[in-house]
T-cell receptor
Framework: DAGVTQSPTHLIKTRGQQVTLRCSPI?????VSWYQQVLGQGPQFIFQ???????GRGNFPDRFSARQFPNYSSELNVNALLLGDSALYLC??????????????FGPGTRLTVL | AQTVTQSQPEMSVQEAETVTLSCTYD???????LFWYKQPPSRQMILVIR??????QNATENRFSVNFQKAAKSFSLKISDSQLGDAAMYFC?????????FGKGTKLSVKP
């Protein structure tokens, strides 16, 4: 079975631009989470979506938004890019999103560079 | 808020030897899971092992095992018979309510 896939692999943008990152979960997984990993740090939680609804949100500004589609794939959008948004963006999928965290399986990430 | 502390930024181990990576965390949740993930230079975050906080028995997965001390909020990872392919960043991550909280990681080097 295919794992979590993300596109694109790398992306270079300039300050003020907007970017859309895409994620396809493992087949059968209905929950998608997004994380930002700045160089030298551990990933930070941005969003979790389950059955197309937002189930959790981390401490990120409103410039960050996401959505989940009927096929459970997801997009992360970042508007008005800042230099500090340069990071590896990781997508993770899991079967469910309930009271207890189900095991999350990660994709290879999208490396975003903001110039 | 949950916090995770990995006090060893870097560790080194000789091939075939044993190494233990430490992790302490703080949470107000009563039920949660704990994970160790490995991130090699390829960037892919790979699940190493998972522990349910309500279970007293420590999880094991082949050469990997944990020492989970719930009262002390400690969750260390032991790697036995270290292999060159174990070289990576290792992240401890407790999770509940749908999101994982990661530590800053420990960089493990394996010497041949």
């Amino acid at each position: 079975d295919a794992g979590v896939t993300q596109s694109p692999t790398h992306l270079i943008k300039t300050r003020g631009q907007q970017v859309t990152l895409r994620c396809s979960p493992i087949s059968g997984h209905k929950s998608v989470s997004w994380y930002q990993q700045v160089l030298g740090q551990g990933p930070q939680f941005i969003f979790q979506y389950y059955e197309k609804e937002e189930r959790g949100r981390g401490n990120f500004p409103d410039r960050f938004s996401a959505r989940q589609f009927p096929n459970y794939s997801s997009e992360l959008n970042v508007n008005a890019l800042l230099l500090g948004d340069s990071a590896l963006y990781l997508c993770a999928s899991s079967r469910i999103a309930g009271q207890f965290t189900d095991t999350q399986y990660f994709g290879p990430g999208t490396r975003l560079t903001v110039l | 808020a949950q916090t995770v502390t990995q006090s060893q930024p870097e560790m080194s181990v000789q091939e075939a030897e044993t190494v233990t990576l430490s992790c302490t965390y703080d949470t107000s949740e009563s039920d949660y899971y704990l994970f160790w993930y490995k991130q090699p230079p390829s960037r892919q975050m790979i699940l190493v092992i998972r522990q349910e906080a309500y279970k007293q028995q420590n999880a094991t997965e082949n050469r990997f095992s944990v020492n989970f001390q719930k009262a002390a909020k400690s969750f260390s990872l032991k790697i036995s018979d270290s292999q060159l392919g174990d070289a990576a960043m290792y992240f401890c991550a407790p999770g509940s309510q749908g999101n994982l909280i990661f530590g800053k990681g420990t960089k493990l080097s394996v010497k041949p």
